[in-house]
């Protein structure tokens, strides 16, 4: 059996990239849902509409989990989701409460910048969230839904990406920040620009790392870890299996980042 990963697009590969590396004697199916990619400018039943109709197709291919690579899904859909199967389905979300604890403390009461959708943005969940975490009002959110596009299509160059992220951030004191939050899977290709446009001592975190730690130890847990996979992943985009090579080049892109 295999591990799911959902995203609406080649986002929830920052979190896979993480998973072949900490599992890499697990199989894997990745789900992209390419007809319907951005989620995060969309409303929230057409999205939750999308996410069920793809996670039906990935329940049919007998994944013994699921994770839902995706910010933005899940904020609308887990809890459909852990409902509706038996398997065990991990979320994404944005991780607000490190960075919050740490910039109460350990950087005397630095700002912390959360970049996401809108849609992540606006639903309770996060601000429930934060207004769970946020006792200092510390934290800020930006939408930057571009970065989706920009990744769909695969421009990772900081010398566009720069001047976009210095444009939407007109008018914000971008030394204040302690930590930035990538609450989106597909802004981690863009690490290295965002650190190009924040002071060097500035944080960017991102979940997956914490996220595949805890798919580990639910499989050890529930017996369903394996050692006889090979680390092989079979892509489909929207219900088609897709050729390895347009999802490859972006894994080996990851690989780059994590080797500077
Ligand atoms: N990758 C998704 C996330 O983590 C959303 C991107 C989109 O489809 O707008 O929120």
Not at 80 to 102: S, T
Not at 151 to 167: Q, T
Not at 225 to 231: F, I, L, P, V
């Given at each position: ?69 995706c910010n933005t899904a899940t904020s609308i859909a887990i809890n459909n989701l852990r409902q509706k199967y038996d398997f065990p389905v991990l979320g994404m979300e944005p991780a607000v409460k490190p960075a ?161």
């Amino acid at each position: 059996m295999t591990i799911g990963f959902f995203d609406s697009g080649v986002g929830g590969l920052t979190v896979l990239a993480e998973a072949l590396r900490q599992l890499p004697e697990e199989n894997y199916i990745y789900y992209a849902d390419t007809e319907h990619v951005p989620y995060g400018i969309r409303n929230k039943d057409e999205v939750r509409r999308f996410v069920l109709q793809a996670v039906d197709f990935m329940a049919a291919q007998n994944i013994k989990a699921l994770v839902v690579a995706c910010n933005t899904a899940t904020s609308i859909a887990i809890n459909n989701l852990r409902q509706k199967y038996d398997f065990p389905v991990l979320g994404m979300e944005p991780a607000v409460k490190p960075a919050v604890e740490k910039n109460g403390t350990q950087k005397g009461l630095k700002r912390v910048l959360v970049a996401a959708t809108q849609l992540t943005l606006r639903e309770q969940k996060y601000q429930d969230l934060v207004s769970r975490v946020d006792q200092d009002h510390i934290v800020d959110g930006i939408a930057l839904p571009e970065l989706v596009e920009y990744a769909e299509n695969f421009v990772f160059d900081p010398e566009i990406i720069v001047p976009y992220l210095k444009r939407k951030l007109t008018g914000w004191n971008v030394s204040q920040y302690g930590t930035v939050v990538l609450g989106c899977t597909h802004f981690r290709y863009f690490e290295r620009s965002f650190a190009k446009v924040f002071p060097a001592d500035t944080d960017i975190i991102d979940g997956s790392i914490g996220t595949i730690r805890y798919l580990k130890t639910i499989l050890e847990q529930k017996n369903l870890a394996t050692s006889r996979g090979k680390g092989e992943v079979t892509f489909y985009s929207s219900g088609k299996e897709t050729a390895k090579a347009k999802y490859q080049k972006y894994l080996d892109f990851l690989n780059t980042l994590n080797k500077a």
